[in-house]
C-alpha cells in the first residue's frame, strides 16, 4: 500500500505493506508492544476494530487458535 503521512513537519510518501492480525481484544496490548519493540516505525500504526459479529465458526475459530498453548 502507499502511505501519505506528515511526520516531522515533512510530509512523506512510502511504500508500506498492512498486515490484518484476528486475534482476542485482550491480546491487544501484547501485540501493540511487540510492535513498539520491533517496528521501525518511530510510532507503528496498531489498531484494534471492534468485532460486532461474525459467522459463529469463524469465531469459535479464533477464540480456539488465540489461546494459551
Known amino acids: 500500500m502507499r502511505a501519505v503521512y506528515r ?3 515533512a510530509v ?3 511504500p508500506q505493506a498492512r498486515v490484518g492480525l484476528h486475534t482476542r481484544a485482550t491480546l491487544v496490548p501484547a501485540i501493540v508492544e511487540r510492535a513498539r519493540a520491533e517496528h521501525p516505525d518511530e510510532v507503528p500504526c496498531v489498531i484494534a476494530l471492534p468485532l460486532t459479529g461474525g459467522h459463529p ?3 469459535a ?4 487458535e488465540t ?3
Open 7 to 9: 511526520w516531522d513537519g
Open 12 to 14: 512523506h510518501d512510502d
Open 57 to 59: 465458526d469463524y469465531l
Open 61 to 64: 475459530w479464533v477464540a480456539t
Open 67 to 69: 489461546r494459551a498453548p
